[in-house]
């Protein structure tokens, strides 16, 4: 399964994403990290540790929350 994850303003660059994602495919950028959506398994790890929640999955049919 791939993912797709949308990364927003939130965001600070802390790094922490980059460092939990077990597939790596979370790549430094210099405002915010990149996905590498064909390496992303959806497991969804990058959403719980981002302390802004900045992190949120997306193509889910667009609604927020839930
Ligand atoms: S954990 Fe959240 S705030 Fe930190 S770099 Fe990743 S998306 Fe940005
Ligand atoms: S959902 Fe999992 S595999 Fe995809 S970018 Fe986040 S931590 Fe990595």
Redo the contacts with the bound molecule.
Sequence with gaps: MT?T?LIDGRCTACGA?LA????R??VRAPLRPG?LAS?????????EVCPRDA?SEAGEGGEPGG
């Design positions: 993912a994850l994403c939990t994602c077990p597939e495919a979370l996905l390496l992303c398994t959806g497991c969804l790890a990058c959403i992190i």
